[in-house]
């Protein structure tokens, strides 16, 4: 399915990940089970799932991830850690 997805989305990289071998990045991740499917567009985690999917719900994360608007997801994203207290200060 991924190859298959790779090969028809070519301005998308594909990896695969072992987390044997990576443990770290694993945790880094907060990755628990697998597969986990995660997606990110300009450093930033868009989607992230645990478990198999079907090709159609893979084609429409892609879908959906190509169509943000990157400047609105950042604005958002600087918004909530805004509004959102810093750990560590009294």
Same mark, same amino acid.
């Given at each position: 399915? %991924?190859?298959?997805?790779?090969?028809?989305?070519?301005?998308?990289?594909?990896?695969?990940?072992?987390?044997?071998?990576?443990?770290?990045?694993?945790?880094? %991740?907060?990755?628990?089970?697998?597969?986990?499917?995660?997606? %990110?567009?300009?450093?930033?985690?868009? %989607?992230?799932?645990?478990?198999?999917?079907?090709?159609?719900?893979?084609?429409?994360?892609?879908?959906?991830?190509?169509?943000?608007?990157?400047?609105?997801?950042?604005?958002?994203?600087?918004?909530?850690?805004?509004?959102?207290?810093?750990?560590?200060?009294?």
């Amino acid at each position: 399915m %991924f190859e298959a997805a790779s090969e028809k989305h070519a301005d998308v990289i594909f990896a695969k990940v072992n987390t044997d071998d990576e443990q770290e990045l694993a945790a880094s %991740f907060n990755i628990r089970s697998i597969p986990t499917l995660m997606l %990110f567009r300009e450093k930033v985690i868009l %989607f992230s799932q645990a478990g198999a999917l079907p090709g159609s719900a893979l084609e429409q994360i892609l879908a959906k991830g190509k169509e943000l608007d990157m400047a609105v997801v950042r604005k958002e994203i600087a918004e909530r850690e805004a509004a959102t207290p810093e750990q560590g200060q009294a």
